[in-house]
C-alpha cells in the first residue's frame, strides 16, 4: 500500500523575515514622529511610541512563533500517524488504521476527532468548516480502503 499522506497548515502570506522588515519600518516611522514631538516638548508622544512598538512586536512574535504550525497524517503499511506542530513544540501520535474511527465535530466550528484504542487526537484546526467535512469523509474512504486491502491480503 502507497502511503498517504495530507499537510494541513495556516495559509501564511508574509514570512518571519518579511515581518521583521515590516517591523523595523513601522519603528523607523512611529520613532522618527515621536522624535519631532519630543523635539516640540511633547516626550509624552515618546513613551506611547515606545508602548505602541512594544504591543506590536508582542503581537509579531506570537505570529511568528505559530506561522509554521501545521498537521501532518500520513496512512501507510506501518499505520496512522498524526503529527501535530504548534510553536515549534511537536507531538506525533500513531493509531492502529484498523481501529481508528473518524468522528465528524458536534459543534459547528469543532474539530475532526480520530478515535482508536481509548485515544482521541483532533484534527482540522486550519481547515474552514466546509473543508473539514471533506478531510473527514476522505480520510474515512481511505480507512476503509486501507481495512479491504489488509481483508484481501489475508486470503
Request: net charge positive; with cysteine; aromatic share 10%.
Amino acid at each position: 500500500m502507497a502511503t498517504r499522506e495530507w499537510i494541513l497548515k495556516k495559509n501564511c502570506s508574509i514570512s518571519p523575515r518579511q515581518l521583521a522588515k515590516a517591523y523595523g519600518a513601522l519603528c523607523t516611522a512611529s520613532f522618527l514622529v515621536a522624535s519631532y514631538f519630543v523635539m516640540q516638548g511633547a516626550w509624552v508622544v515618546m513613551v506611547f511610541a515606545i508602548l505602541e512598538m512594544s504591543a506590536v512586536a508582542a503581537a509579531f512574535l506570537y505570529f511568528g512563533r505559530h506561522a509554521t504550525d501545521r498537521e501532518h497524517i500520513a496512512l501507510s503499511e506501518a499505520g496512522l500517524v498524526v503529527e501535530l506542530v504548534q510553536a515549534e513544540k511537536v507531538l506525533q501520535h500513531r493509531m492502529d488504521p484498523q481501529r481508528t474511527c473518524v468522528k465528524l465535530p458536534a459543534l459547528r466550528h469543532g474539530l475532526i476527532g480520530l478515535e482508536a484504542n481509548g485515544d482521541r487526537v483532533e484534527v482540522g484546526r486550519f481547515l474552514t468548516e466546509r473543508r473539514r467535512k471533506e478531510f473527514a469523509q476522505e480520510l474515512s474512504r481511505e480507512l476503509v480502503g486501507y481495512r479491504a486491502g489488509l481483508q484481501g491480503n489475508r486470503f
